[in-house]
């Protein structure tokens, strides 16, 4: 267990909880629509999309039809708000406004992360045995595929650059692909580091955070040559992680009960400086740069129902 340094007040501070009533089983990765200050969470053994009023503070509507929704991504140009099923390997493509189904895209099973490309208005969606599938973003077509060693969990595109860096945790590798070409340029080994799940890019800094649960640990990778910066230990069971460029600090969302905060060491790396009481099981986040908040799902487990904990970021 990571020791955090002491220090006068949490970086991060729980403002509200958002009841889920009737929400059950494991839920899974959250979007945002920051226009409409909604927040989706997908509810995966509940079979549902969950549509939170972030003026109100209140679950607005419960979207239903899904199999096993796992990854969610919102487009504002148009509003689409695209759903990925890990049950069957379907994307359901749903109009952001009135929630009326438009396009089901069909994958070759276990459809999970997806990334919006905002630039070239693309949604990328992993899935199956080894892929991440390319789609445009206004109609549904599909643009192609990239083909990878295994099943891709978390994946992470370059704002500044044109690749693609992807963890597949049955190789214990992270791939590195070229969006234009759609092919596999670089494969990068975690050495020790297993069952790689969550990822965050610091695009300027040339950093990429890799979150392993055997042992658990954050890995940083220069971007630049792949080489491993250092490893730093964190809670059990990290599944969702976030970088904050204005504060250099990064959340990692622990299914063992807590939030490690990660801030600079005095003589340069990352240290935990805080661990952030959450609950056993609340292993997904959603970071919101604009409203300065940071979203924990937190499931239904004994006498703890299932809700979102909001946490307001302390300069």
Not at 199 to 213: A, I, N, Q, T, Y
Request: aromatic residues 6%; glycine residues 10%; contains cysteine.
């Amino acid at each position: 267990m990571p020791a955090a340094a002491a220090r006068d007040e949490n970086p991060l501070r729980l403002v509200q909880s958002v009841p889920l009533a009737g929400v059950e089983g494991r839920i899974d990765h959250m979007a945002v629509d920051p226009q409409g200050e909604r927040l989706f969470v997908a509810a995966l053994g509940n079979g549902t999309v969950e549509v939170v009023d972030l003026r109100s503070g209140r679950r607005e509507r419960s979207l239903r039809g899904f199999r096993e929704p796992q990854g969610l991504g919102f487009t504002n140009i148009p509003t689409r708000l695209f759903v990925s099923n890990g049950g069957d390997g379907t994307c359901d493509m749903v109009d952001g406004a009135t929630f009326h189904h438009l396009r089901t895209l069909r994958f070759s099973g276990d459809a999970d992360n997806i990334r919006y490309d905002a630039k070239a208005n693309r949604i990328y969606v992993g899935y199956g045995g080894g892929a991440v599938g390319i789609v445009d973003a206004r109609t549904g077509d599909s643009l192609g595929n990239v083909a990878l060693a295994g099943h891709p969990e978390s994946f992470q595109l370059e704002r500044d650059g044109a690749r693609i860096f992807v963890n597949i945790p049955d190789a214990s590798q992270v791939a590195v692909a070229d969006r234009a070409s759609g092919q596999v340029i670089a494969t990068w080994k975690l050495g020790a580091y297993r069952a790689n799940y969550p990822m965050e890019l610091d695009d300027p800094g040339h950093r990429l955070f890799v979150g392993c649960r055997t042992p658990a640990a954050v890995v940083v990778l220069d971007t630049r040559s792949g080489r491993t910066l250092e490893a730093v230990p964190v809670d059990g069971d990290p599944d969702d992680m976030f970088y904050e460029a204005r504060r250099e600090r990064l959340y990692v969302a622990c299914g063992a009960g807590f939030v490690d905060v990660l801030e600079p060491a005095n003589l340069g790396g990352l240290r935990v400086i805080a661990r952030v009481p959450t609950a056993p099981g609340a292993r997904t986040a959603l970071f919101v740069p604009e409203r300065q908040r940071l979203f924990v799902a937190v499931p239904h487990h004994a006498s703890q129902q299932s809700e979102i904990r909001v946490f307001d970021v302390v300069p």
